[in-house]
């Protein structure tokens, strides 16, 4: 199984500042067609999960450019521009690329 | 709008069984993979199951192999997880979301206790 390692964001984080973090894989996302298989989420307290960004760095609908992911075939990053109280919450990554589809453990966003 | 409202948890002793229904509308339902993911209390997120438009293919996590069975029913717009041999480490919210993962339920609580 592929297995995503989550790093941890010195907490917590001024608004206005950037916030970028981490992820790794076991092995690399990249699929034949070149795209890497790789999402992001933010689950704010009390809420189901939300997609930002897929395929690495495309951001979903309606996602603010304040995000972006970024990243090689192993080692990714989800950069947070301008941090607002509204991006607090734990942000995963998950891997697409191959079954069993795996997340990392979480990594929490505080706003100060 | 495109909406995802799941049902059938509760309160479940080890050992026995619950179904889970995921309601889907908004969209056309019969032309989307979907996917259930659990998250114990306090705990992150974790992959159940996927199943594809036509149920052609299907996949499990290893935690879940033998002992949950996802399925659909285009024609109600309905997925299922149909969960048994419960044990307490399967207690968790449970989500559907859709294969892209752009749209989630709000999720339904199992919970497994005697």
């Known amino acids: 199984d592929i297995v995503m390692t989550q790093g941890v964001l010195p907490n917590p984080v001024p608004s206005g500042e950037s916030a970028s973090i981490t992820c790794r894989s076991s092995k690399s996302l990249v699929y034949k067609d070149g795209k890497t298989y790789l999402n992001w989420f933010l689950q704010r307290p009390g809420q189901s999960p939300q997609l930002l960004t897929y395929w690495m760095s495309t951001r979903a609908s309606g996602v603010s450019d304040r995000f972006s992911g970024s990243g090689s075939g192993t080692y990714f990053t989800l950069k947070i521009s301008r941090v607002r109280a509204e991006d607090a919450g734990v942000y995963y990554c998950q891997q697409v690329r191959e079954y069993p589809l795996t997340f990392g453990s979480g990594t929490k966003l505080e706003i100060k | 709008e495109v909406q995802l409202v799941e049902s059938g948890g509760g309160l479940v002793q080890p050992g026995r069984s619950l179904k889970l229904s995921c309601l889907a509308s908004?969209?056309?339902?019969?032309?989307?993979?979907m996917n259930w993911i659990r998250q114990a209390p306090g705990k992150g997120l974790e992959w159940v199951a996927s199943i594809s438009s036509s149920s052609s293919y299907i996949y499990y996590a290893d935690t879940v192999k033998g002992r949950f069975t996802i399925s659909r029913d285009n024609a109600k717009n309905t997925l299922y997880l149909q969960m048994t041999s419960l044990r307490s480490e399967d207690t968790a919210l449970y989500y559907c979301a859709s294969d892209t993962y752009r749209f989630w339920g709000q999720g339904v609580m199992v919970t497994v206790s005697s």
């Open positions: 908004g969209f056309t339902f019969s032309n989307y993979g």
